[in-house]
């Protein structure tokens, strides 16, 4: 194999396939970038066997060929290259040079044939939405996936299409986030859970706007994202995901419509107040005079602090975790929010201004008794 190509675009193109290099394992050859010259087309690829990414870049082909490269090395090779064109070509020694300029790599490589290809993906069932949406989807939900792998359903997120609707939800047994988003054509309903770190893996590698668009398909197994020169395939998380349409539908005796951002900057400020072994609930009243009273007691102090609010409904003392409330009000973009609540025992939604977004938290047990 023999190629030339710019180092920026060799190493976007490494950077990207980076992110599905298995880390520690048995299998070397899972540690490696495959490189593919062929057909006028160079192709990188890496996979972990639970995810894999390929995608192609610019470059001249000189001789087609196939090898594996070492991920880590090879990436810091190139990223230390001058900013010129970079050659790489294979030696009957089982060598690549990798040579810019008066530099000159040469380092050893394995068997490309040895090298996990892609599985091929059916693609019956899929939809197509812009980047910029799949971003904003990913950044609503992700937070809320658990990281203990003993609750695999839990570390993954549902993908539901029902009635032309998208419907996101993530999890972690203390609060729950869902996104809904209406698709464009005519799209079959499907479900399918997938992996968090899939989605935060294509998050990070989606630069596009709202006119770029990006193709999901979905079958049994796999999930597999097509984007510009790029393809994401995941493996699903097996089962049946849990079911939240009951909490959406749940009764609440009051609807709290408040600033976005003057929450957040309240309960910013009480968190001030926080130590990480702290685990005291922010304590949020709401009385008959369309204020909302905020009050937070530790060891370091105590504050408090109101704002005016509009309301539907009587009275409430309620407690939460206030890193679980700045989550949602962060990834909420409009000026106002919704909070639907019924006692101190229940869970809580909030939503934003379309209700698009919904976001179910539950309360903190706490003495209502010692805030009146």
Request: net charge negative; with cysteine.
């Amino acid at each position: 194999m023999f190629i030339k190509c710019k180092k920026g675009d060799l190493l976007s193109g490494i950077n990207i396939v980076s992110k599905a290099v298995a880390g520690k394992t048995t299998k070397p050859i899972l540690e490696c970038i495959l490189i593919e010259a062929k057909n006028g087309m160079i192709r990188l690829t890496g996979n972990n066997l639970n995810l894999g990414i390929d995608t192609y870049i610019e470059g001249t082909i000189l001789e087609e060929g196939v090898v594996a490269l070492q991920a880590k090395l090879f990436s810091d090779i190139v990223r230390k290259l001058r900013d010129n064109d970079v050659s790489i070509q294979t030696t009957s020694d089982y060598k690549v040079t990798i040579t810019c300029e008066k530099t000159n790599f040469a380092i050893q490589y394995m068997d490309g044939a040895d090298f996990p290809a892609l599985p091929a993906v059916d693609k019956e069932k899929s939809v197509q939405i812009s980047q910029l949406a799949l971003k904003d989807v990913i950044r609503q939900t992700i937070f809320s996936i658990a990281n203990n792998e003993n609750q695999k359903m839990m570390t993954g997120e549902l993908m539901e299409v029902k009635n032309n609707v998208l419907t996101v939800v993530s999890l972690d047994g203390h609060r729950i986030s869902i996104r809904k988003m209406e698709l464009a054509g005519d799209n079959s309903d499907m479900s399918v859970i997938v992996p968090g770190r899939t989605l935060i893996e294509i998050s990070k590698i989606l630069t596009g706007g709202a006119e770029d668009m990006i193709q999901i398909y979905f079958e049994n197994t796999y999930i597999l994202f097509e984007f510009e020169n790029t393809r994401v395939l995941s493996r699903l998380i097996d089962g049946e995901y849990f079911r939240i349409s009951q909490m959406l539908s749940m009764d609440h005796r009051m609807v709290v419509n408040a600033n976005r951002l003057e929450l957040m900057s309240c309960i910013d400020r009480a968190s001030l107040l926080i130590q990480e072994t702290d685990r005291k609930p922010i304590i949020v009243s709401v009385k008959n005079d369309n204020n909302l009273y905020i009050r937070l007691d530790t060891n370091m102090g105590s504050m408090k602090e109101e704002m005016e609010i509009e309301k539907e409904g009587g009275e409430i003392i309620i407690g939460f975790n206030p890193a679980f409330i700045m989550d949602a009000l962060r990834v909420i973009d409009d000026e106002s929010v919704s909070i639907y609540m019924k006692d101190y025992k229940s869970p809580c939604i909030i939503r934003d201004e379309e209700e698009t977004y919904s976001y179910i938290i539950l309360p903190i047990n706490i003495n209502v008794g010692a805030y009146q």
